[in-house]
T-cell receptor, first 109, second 114 residues
Framework: QKEVEQDPGPLSVPEGAIVSLNCTYS??????FMWYRQYSRKGPELLMY????GNKEDGRFTAQVDKSSKYISLFIRDSQPSDSATYLC?????????FGAGTRLTVKP | DTGVSQDPRHKITKRGQNVTFRCDPI?????LYWYRQTLGQGPEFLTY????????KSRLLSDRFSAERPKGSFSTLEIQRTEQGDSAMYLC????????????FGQGTRLTVV
């Protein structure tokens, strides 16, 4: 079992849809949770960062963490074609940061 | 400060040659990480520096790979006797030392070994 599981997709949605991206993890020691967006042939760009269970909202993005289930989610409201990218979840404990494989999202106009 | 900077952005090399990549982290960031990313995969950890000290190395980092951060600022990653399997995106990230803070990535160096 991989330490961080993420469905690679691809996921295709129409513009304006609500997108749900998810990761599960096996090591309950991870305390910090991040979502990165990566456009093709670019470096990952930090979107959201949270360390507690519950929801954190930033504009159209909501990060959700359920530590008891070892499950994290990223919701994108009113999705736009510019949101088309690969979304990576990342889990961190001190110096150790592990990534999911990334979910490729396409938002069609 | 414009973020983490990596150079070159692209490198094509022949098998068996040595290559060196450079990373300039965000100023005042004490922590610096190197990751490798292949197509369709998330970044995989290679090594980590706290200031000039290399504190952790992944088993992925074979003896052909060496990384330095001589003055605790920029870092270099060298790959000797490159192999086709080394073709990947090499990513650098940096963060503050205090607390568990988020890491910011550079644009990466895409290596192609032919």
């Amino acid at each position: 079992q991989k330490e961080v599981e993420q469905d690679p997709g691809p996921l295709s949605v129409p513009e304006g849809a609500i997108v749900s991206l998810n990761c599960t993890y096996s090591n309950s020691a991870f305390q910090y949770f991040m979502w990165y967006r990566q456009y093709s042939r670019k470096g990952p760009e930090l979107l959201m960062y949270t360390y507690s269970s519950g929801n954190k909202e930033d504009g159209r993005f909501t990060a959700q963490v359920d530590k008891s289930s070892k499950y994290i989610s990223l919701f994108i409201r009113d999705s736009q074609p510019s949101d088309s990218a690969t979304y990576l979840c990342a889990l961190k404990l001190n110096n150790d940061m592990r990534f999911g494989a990334g979910t490729r999202l396409t938002v069609k106009p | 400060d414009t973020g983490v900077s990596q150079d070159p952005r692209h490198k094509i090399t022949k098998r068996g040659q040595n290559v060196t990549f450079r990373c300039d982290p965000i100023s005042e960031h004490n922590r610096l990480y190197w990751y490798r990313q292949t197509l369709g995969q998330g970044p995989e950890f290679l090594t980590y520096f706290q200031n000039e000290a290399q504190l952790e190395k992944s088993r992925l980092l074979s003896d052909r790979f060496s990384a330095e951060r001589p003055k605790g600022s920029f870092s270099t990653l060298e790959i000797q006797r490159t192999e086709q399997g080394d073709s990947a995106m090499y990513l650098c990230a940096s963060s503050f030392l205090q607390g568990n803070t988020e890491a910011f990535f550079g644009q990466g160096t895409r290596l192609t070994v032919v």
